[in-house]
């Protein structure tokens, strides 16, 4: 019932001239007239946007005289890609907020503690509950940095691929596009330290990570899943493994490009042990023993020095940004002004979930500029004063000019290659991966031009995403995903059982 009220009309707007039920029964051919939509920099209008059986658009027309398809009201944009997610962490957020002083290596000894009683099923009730989540907040694409591999104890499944299998089940249960990155993790730190207690359920080697691609692969044939690479840290991957790398990522799965994406330069601490044993910084070492170049999406990066994000951005790597994350464990600023002005690329995540919302990502990274250079804009372009949406045709570059557009260009854009998806645009061959906003929501109402987006990201908390579209299917409409209820249920019983005696 949920599916069938999500178009809804006032009586002054035109219906359809040819019957939806006719026109979108087909699934290798379906069809939606847009009333306002982001094409390529600008606000257009009347626009019928057609995609195929494997959810890739293959016809945009912009100013259709005919109205065909279910006409859809609101403001369409890309829908956001989500570089970096752990998504058992979504059980964990709140649990490790302690009385200080306290450090990323206390948090990480709660979270030891938290994984002790980590079932399978709970991952999977864990990670759907998360990727609901994700979708009603505006991500369509999360790519999910997997190391916990293992049983409590670090013994082995009958199935090599359980925990994996259990996050591509999460992900299939809530409808996102899902890139699976499982991890090599090799040592308990720097000098090749053993794993310590708590740790032994991420040990994986690059052939063992190898072998997860091969057991996956018929994952991989589903347009909505993809396989990538996750190198841990260079305190938890020997520097021979690094040498490696490029012989195993040479190839991938599903759109043919494998990213590699690695935690680097997170903590000062981290800094400190990795001068101490490889005689350079971690971006540095990283930069001169590794194949970083386009594929390559470096998290955090947090204290990288101005020299070695000069680099990064000749590479063309992208930097993953998880700003709450950062925020919450105390990891210090990563220096974006600098970094976006001299080209770099970049992309959000939610990491650990203390927030699961690409606005409060990119406004918590935005803020965190300002007050550090105590000034405004730091990464917006200089644009005008909000412009009125045309009937037909743009108005330049309106849509994106402030800083809101700035930010959500990076994310589309850059976030889109650091998982190598076809997405962060909507044109020909893109995948349809969509979400409207409202435009009678409060944070919305009355706005035009640039300030929709400006407002989408600065205006506060309340949430004006509507509906989400992922390979040109619905999986959120009018705020509600038609699975939330069942999806929270799981949840609540796993989350319950964890805390149990907390």
Request: aromatic share 6%; glycine share 14%.
């Given at each position: 019932m949920?599916?069938?009220?999500?178009?809804?009309r006032?009586?002054?707007?035109?219906?359809?001239?040819?019957?939806?039920?006719?026109?979108?029964?087909?699934p290798?051919?379906r069809?939606?007239?847009?009333?306002?939509?982001?094409?390529?920099?600008?606000?257009?209008?009347?626009?019928?946007?057609?995609?195929?059986?494997?959810?890739r658009?293959?016809?945009?027309?912009?100013?259709?005289?005919?109205?065909?398809?279910?006409?859809?009201?609101?403001?369409?944009?890309?829908?956001?890609?989500?570089?970096?997610?752990?998504?058992?962490?979504?059980?964990?957020?709140?649990?490790?907020?302690?009385?200080?002083?306290?450090?990323?290596w206390?948090?990480?000894?709660?979270m030891?503690?938290?994984?002790?009683?980590?079932?399978?099923?709970?991952v999977?009730?864990?990670?759907?509950?998360?990727?609901?989540?994700?979708?009603?907040?505006?991500f369509?694409?999360?790519g999910?940095?997997?190391?916990?591999?293992?049983?409590p104890?670090?013994?082995?499944?009958d199935?090599?691929?359980?925990?994996?299998r259990?996050?591509?089940?999460?992900?299939?249960?809530?409808?996102?596009?899902?890139?699976?990155?499982?991890?090599?993790?090799?040592?308990?730190?720097?000098?090749?330290?053993?794993?310590?207690?708590?740790?032994?359920?991420?040990r994986?080697?690059?052939?063992?990570?190898?072998?997860?691609?091969?057991?996956?692969?018929s994952?991989?044939?589903?347009?909505?899943?993809?396989?990538?690479?996750?190198?841990?840290?260079?305190?938890?991957?020997?520097?021979?493994?690094?040498?490696?790398?490029?012989?195993?990522?040479?190839?991938?799965?599903?759109?043919?490009?494998?990213?590699?994406?690695?935690?680097?330069?997170?903590?000062?601490?981290?800094?400190?042990?990795?001068?101490?044993?490889?005689?350079?910084?971690?971006?540095?070492?990283?930069?001169?023993?590794?194949p970083?170049?386009?594929?390559?999406?470096?998290?955090?990066?947090?204290?990288?020095?101005?020299?070695?994000?000069?680099?990064?951005?000749?590479?063309?790597?992208?930097?993953?940004?998880?700003?709450?994350?950062?925020?919450?464990?105390g990891?210090?600023?990563?220096?974006?002004?600098?970094?976006?002005?001299?080209?770099?690329?970049?992309?959000?995540?939610?990491?650990?979930?203390?927030?699961?919302?690409?606005?409060?990502?990119?406004?918590?990274?935005?803020?965190?500029?300002?007050?550090?250079?105590?000034?405004?804009?730091?990464?917006?372009?200089?644009?005008?004063t909000?412009?009125?949406?045309?009937?037909?045709?743009g108005?330049?570059?309106?849509?994106?000019?402030?800083a809101?557009?700035?930010?959500?260009?990076?994310?589309?854009?850059?976030?889109?290659?650091?998982?190598?998806v076809?997405?962060?645009?909507?044109?020909h061959?893109m995948?349809?991966?969509?979400v409207?906003?409202?435009?009678?929501?409060?944070?919305?109402?009355?706005?035009?031009?640039?300030?929709?987006?400006?407002?989408?990201?600065?205006?506060?908390?309340?949430?004006?995403?509507?509906?989400?579209?992922?390979?040109?299917e619905?999986?959120?409409?009018?705020?509600r995903?038609?699975?939330?209820?069942?999806?929270?249920?799981?949840?609540?019983?796993?989350?319950?059982?964890?805390?149990a005696?907390?």
């Open positions: 949920a599916a069938r009220r999500f178009a809804m006032s009586n002054d707007e035109p219906r359809s001239t040819v019957a939806e039920s006719t026109l979108n029964a087909n290798d051919c069809t939606w007239r847009f009333d306002r939509i982001l094409i390529g920099d600008d606000w257009q209008r009347d626009v019928e946007v057609r995609v195929d059986g494997r959810g658009i293959t016809r945009v027309v912009t100013g259709a005289a005919e109205v065909r398809g279910e006409k859809v009201t609101g403001w369409a944009v890309p829908g956001v890609p989500n570089v970096h997610s752990h998504s058992f962490q979504r059980g964990l957020a709140g649990l490790a907020e302690g009385p200080g002083p306290d450090s990323f206390s948090w990480r000894e709660v030891y503690s938290f994984l002790a009683r980590l079932t399978p099923d709970d999977e009730a864990i990670t759907a509950q998360l990727y609901v989540e994700l979708l009603k907040a505006g369509t694409c999360v999910e940095f997997h190391y916990l591999h293992h049983p104890g670090g013994g082995g499944y199935d090599p691929a359980e925990m994996s259990r996050i591509v089940a999460g992900a299939r249960t809530a409808g996102i596009r899902l890139v699976h990155l499982p991890a090599v993790y090799e040592s308990g730190g720097f000098g090749g330290r053993p794993l310590a207690r708590g740790q032994e359920r991420f994986m080697d690059l052939a063992g990570v190898a072998q997860l691609h091969e057991l996956l692969r994952e991989a044939r589903d347009p909505r899943v993809s396989l990538g690479w996750a190198l841990h840290s260079l305190r938890a991957v020997s520097p021979g493994s690094l040498r490696q790398v490029a012989g195993f990522v040479s190839g991938g799965v599903g759109d043919g490009i494998a990213p590699v994406h690695v935690h680097v330069a997170e903590q000062r601490r981290e800094v400190h042990e990795c001068l101490a044993d490889r005689g350079a910084r971690p971006v540095e070492w990283l930069l001169d023993h590794a970083v170049d386009e594929r390559w999406c470096l998290i955090h990066a947090t204290h990288a020095t101005e020299a070695e994000l000069a680099c990064v951005a000749r590479r063309g790597a992208v930097v993953g940004l998880c700003p709450t994350t950062e925020a919450n464990l990891d210090g600023l990563f220096p974006l002004r600098s970094f976006a002005a001299g080209g770099g690329s970049f992309g959000v995540g939610t990491d650990s979930h203390v927030s699961r919302s690409p606005v409060e990502e990119l406004r918590l990274l935005e803020y965190g500029q300002r007050l550090a250079s105590e000034s405004r804009a730091a990464v917006g372009d200089a644009g005008e909000g412009n009125p949406v045309p009937r037909s045709g108005t330049g570059r309106a849509a994106l000019s402030g809101g557009g700035a930010l959500l260009r990076h994310a589309w854009r850059d976030g889109s290659r650091a998982l190598a076809d997405g962060g645009s909507i044109e061959g995948r349809a991966d969509l409207v906003l409202d435009a009678d929501h409060p944070a919305l109402v009355g706005r035009r031009g640039r300030t929709v987006l400006d407002s989408w990201i600065f205006s506060g908390t309340d949430n004006p995403v509507r509906d989400v579209m992922v390979g040109g619905w999986v959120v409409r009018d705020g995903h038609p699975r939330e209820e069942a999806v929270g249920r799981a949840y609540a019983r796993a989350a319950r059982r964890l805390t005696g907390g």
